[in-house]
């Protein structure tokens, strides 16, 4: 596991949005997509709002690279399912954004079966 630069990472964690971007299989990027972000333990977690269905997820899913840009920091990246917090990162997400439908989504079995941990490469 690589860690983030701290400041870097608290200028990512600042932003309400995220633009993620998988690497297709060719190398090149696919259309960057709008998503919430979270930090838990120094750790960076996106979710797909629409589960296993979400396009950026699925994009990612086939190479597990990409990139990402938030706060003003774009980095190269790669994407790991990790389930082993998500009672965090529920927490996390309500803190951030509160507690609309878009944040019952957020935390909805269906998303959290797609939480990932970004690392930098």
Do not use: C
Request: hydrophobic share 35%; proline share 3%; no cysteine.
């Amino acid at each position: 596991m690589t860690d983030w630069n701290p400041a870097d990472l608290a200028a990512i964690d600042g932003d309400g949005e995220l633009r993620v971007a998988a690497h297709r299989t060719d190398g090149t990027l696919r259309t960057p997509r709008i998503v919430w972000h979270v930090v838990v333990d120094g750790a960076l977690y996106l979710r797909s709002v629409r589960g296993t269905d979400g396009a950026w997820y699925r994009g990612v899913q086939r190479t597990g690279t990409g990139e990402i840009d938030a706060g003003g920091v774009r980095a190269e990246v790669t994407f790991t399912r990790d389930d082993g917090h998500d009672d965090a990162i529920d927490r996390a997400y309500h803190a951030k954004y509160g507690s609309g439908e878009a944040v019952r989504r957020i935390t909805s079995p269906a998303a959290t079966s797609t939480t990932l941990r970004v690392e930098p490469r």
